[in-house]
């Protein structure tokens, strides 16, 4: 909702004749460095390549940030399932010896 309601400027300013990284940069959400290859992308005449390297450039930084996301979580799940295998344990384990030590 908060990208929709920053980027109904743009028709606006691309019809006065704002380029598209000029009118980006006015709704203020974009970060600098792809303002700056969409710049260049506009020089070159080379926007979809420009564009499609800023797409690959997120891409890897999110994937980056997954995988440090992952590292951590994982020990966390599993102490939590040895938890759970050792509450199960003792559940049955308990009983028997309970058992075993009323018999004698």
């Known amino acids: 909702y908060f990208i929709i309601q920053k980027s109904r400027q743009l028709p606006e300013l691309i019809k ?6 000029e009118s980006l ?7 600098p460095l792809s303002l700056d290859m969409i710049r260049i992308g506009e020089a070159s005449a080379n926007l979809e390549g420009m564009l499609s390297e ?8 999110i994937q980056a940030k997954i995988d440090i996301f992952i590292s951590l979580i994982e020990p966390i799940v599993i102490i939590f399932m040895g938890l759970i295998v050792a509450a199960m344990l003792l559940s049955v384990y308990l009983p028997i010896f309970n058992i075993i030590r009323v018999v004698r």
């Open 16 to 21: 006065d004749g704002k380029s598209l990284s």
């Open 25 to 31: 940069s006015r709704i203020d959400f974009f970060p």
């Open 54 to 61: 800023v797409a690959d450039y997120y891409d890897e930084k």
